[in-house]
């Protein structure tokens, strides 16, 4: 049975392992965080070797690492660099943690939930009243938000009042993209990609140039165009390069998340030949599955 320090020992070695990119741990680093005495560190750690819940690097380089019986003995799943759970305080990711494991407290109602979740590495900056967002989760494409009403340092786990809770189809992009494409060439002319674009009630089209897909067209693209005297321009001289095209078989949540990191607005579709299938647009992803209705992770994108 380990002693309270000894728990607050390993866990501090594991986030701080975590953060490392596999280097061993100084003694000295985890009594810096800890605030206690090196000393104390190199005598608990002895008794952790003995347990075979560390094991000790020589060499100047040398220090701590944690084995997998540490990760069992605080109840951690080991995991990959795959498996990676993200979590994000007010939309931005919290950089060098990691999510191991979500518990729920009380039954999942909607403004009854309460969530306790696992964190491999420094959450000493996640505070009571911050609101937060984690996954999704690997195996089940869960996402998780609420605030956090507690934090338990010894144990790295924050708990969290749930506002929502949502697990993302394992959907491909193939099954929902749009088939009916609308497209412009390089040599339209503005005003007549403004008219084909009022006209089908799109906010935006790809370019194609020879068959492929070359730039995007957008609404704000032609506003900006106009606003600048360029009305006269043709597509190519004010569309953006910036288009991305994903296989049909990609997983909605790997286009949900290359759409939220790259700041998209749709994508191309694209079969295993790289010929033109469809388009899917944020909206698409938003409005068309019903589990994404409550998830806002495009906020502020456009």
């Known amino acids: 049975m380990l002693t309270s320090v000894q728990k607050e020992i390993l866990q501090n070695l594991i986030n701080l392992y975590q953060s490392s990119n596999g280097k061993s741990i100084k003694g000295e680093d985890i009594a810096e965080v800890m605030n206690r005495n090196p000393g104390t560190i190199r005598n608990q750690m002895q008794s952790l070797r003995s347990l075979g819940l560390v094991k000790g690097v020589p060499g100047p380089r040398g220090g701590y690492k944690p084995t997998v019986e540490a990760y069992h003995s605080l109840n951690i799943t080991v995991t990959d660099k795959d498996h990676h759970v993200p979590l ?8 060098g943690v990691s999510v191991a ?6 039954v999942p109602q909607p403004g009854e939930c309460e969530a306790a979740i696992k964190v491999l590495g420094n959450i000493k900056d996640l505070n009571l009243g911050d609101n937060i967002r984690v996954g999704p989760t ?34 491909t992009v193939g099954d929902i993209a749009s088939r009916d494409i609308i497209s412009l060439t390089v040599d339209t002319s503005l005003r007549d990609a403004a008219a084909i674009i009022a006209e089908k009630s799109i906010k935006g089209a790809p370019v194609m140039k020879k068959g492929k897909a070359v730039g995007m067209l957008s609404v704000t693209d032609i506003v900006l165009a106009v606003a600048e005297g360029k009305e006269n321009l043709s597509v190519g001289d004010v569309m953006s390069d910036n288009v991305y ?37 944020r909206t698409d992803l938003i409005e068309s599955l019903a589990n994404l209705k409550q998830f806002p992770i495009f906020a502020g994108k456009k």
Do not use: H, Q, W
């Not at 494991?101 to 009380?106: G, N, R, V």
């Not at 994903?246 to 010929?275: C, H, P, T």
């Open 101 to 106: 494991k979500i518990e729920f407290t009380s």
């Open 138 to 171: 690997p195996v089940n494409n869960l996402g998780v938000m609420g605030k956090i009403v507690g934090r338990d340092d010894m144990d790295n786990i924050l708990l969290v009042d749930t506002t929502t809770i949502r697990s993302i189809p394992k959907n």
């Open 88 to 95: 994000y305080k007010d939309g931005e990711e919290v950089k």
């Open 245 to 281: 095209i994903v296989d049909e078989d990609m997983k909605i949540a790997n286009a949900v998340d290359i759409m939220f990191k790259k700041g998209l607005g749709r994508l191309v579709v694209a079969d295993k030949d790289n010929d033109i299938l469809g388009i899917i647009t």
